[in-house]
């Protein structure tokens, strides 16, 4: 007697889903995504280990390389032959149990069914096929004018096609935005070092501090970068990541401006009225101000200089 388990044939309905892979555009450029990892044709190139990726144009024909194994024969017999003998075999069974195996009226008909299987192993071999995938297009509308501020493609988990509901995500970028705003007013980056080499136009960054502007010299000195705010992201409306993106990018500009204006002040007559008129505003606010006994501030001593300063004039 042969034991083993049977053998049947299921017939899937329907065929496998297609692959969906998403497709979304961004002014002329197209980013195709969710892809699982495989190797793909797209259009007709191959591409490996695809995950996602950005076109250059719309593509038209994405396919999914998938290796598969197929049935060529049955110990000898087609198919075709094998299945019409084995459906022969079973139209003898009285029924099927909970698990789908034959219910046997006599051992002879189980028998038969088992050596006949048994005497016809599969006989298989691997061939590639090429699967069609489901393109799923979105147009993404939006601003994308500032490069740090780019449409954000997700509300949730699904994308967002109307532009009235488009979220953005602004991605601070500290270091190239001095580049742009130092290059606007004509300083130039130099590597960083001593505090001297940024003497006159100049201005450096360590590495390390790029993410923040930490220890940013600008004209042989350090700009105060400890008044510049936290450089952090945002993802939200337009108007919520350009707020933040001014915030941050003239932070930066008035650090350049400010020396700019030094730098341009050198050697420029002095307007001698409005500096006196400075000073005796100064000097009125000391001779207001009340000190105790004890302070190490002494008014008197500055009002006094400051005459002085200004009898030179």
């Known amino acids: ?30 980013l195709l995504k969710d892809g ?6 797209i259009d007709g190139k191959l591409v490996k280990n695809f995950y996602e990726g950005w076109l250059s144009g719309k593509p038209k024909s994405i396919k999914r390389i998938v290796k598969k194994k197929r049935t060529v024969n049955y110990g000898g017999l087609s198919p075709e032959e094998y299945k019409r003998r084995v459906e022969e075999l079973l139209s003898k069974a009285i029924g099927f149990d909970e698990y789908d195996e034959p219910i046997w009226g006599n051992l002879d008909d189980e028998y038969a069914y088992k050596k006949f ?30 490069k740090w501020i780019q449409p954000f493609r997700y509300l949730g988990k699904e994308p967002v096609n109307d532009e ?42 360590p590495k390390s501090g790029r993410d923040t502007l930490r220890f940013l010299q600008i004209n042989g000195k ?16 337009w108007e919520e990541c350009y707020k933040k993106y001014v915030e941050h ?18 050697g420029k007559p002095v307007d001698k009225a409005t500096v006196i008129d400075f000073l005796q505003i100064l000097k009125k606010f000391l001779q207001d101000m009340k000190v105790k006994a004890n302070s190490k501030v002494y008014p008197y001593t500055l009002i006094k200089r400051i005459d002085d300063f200004i009898e030179k004039l």
Not at 4 to 30: A, D, T
Request: net charge negative; aromatic share 14%.
């Open 1 to 30: 007697m042969i034991y083993m388990r049977s053998v049947f044939i299921v017939e899937i309905r329907g065929g496998r889903k297609k692959m969906k892979l998403y497709l979304y555009k961004i002014k002329n450029s197209y």
């Open 36 to 41: 699982d990892g495989g190797d793909y044709l």
């Open 117 to 146: 299987v048994y005497d016809h192993p599969p006989k298989e071999e691997e061939y590639v096929d090429y699967e069609d995938c489901e393109i799923v297009e979105y147009d993404i509308t939006g601003r994308t004018d500032i």
């Open 164 to 205: 009235g509901k488009v979220l953005y995500r602004y991605k601070a970028n500290p270091y190239e935005m001095a580049q742009e705003i130092a290059k606007k007013l004509g300083f130039k980056e130099v590597e960083d070092g001593d505090v001297e080499n940024t003497v006159g136009r100049k201005w450096s960054v």
């Open 222 to 237: 350090y700009a105060d970068y400890e008044s510049l705010p936290c450089f952090c992201s945002v993802v939200g409306t």
């Open 249 to 266: 990018y003239t932070a930066i500009e008035k650090l350049f401006k400010q020396v700019e204006k030094e730098i341009e002040a050198v």
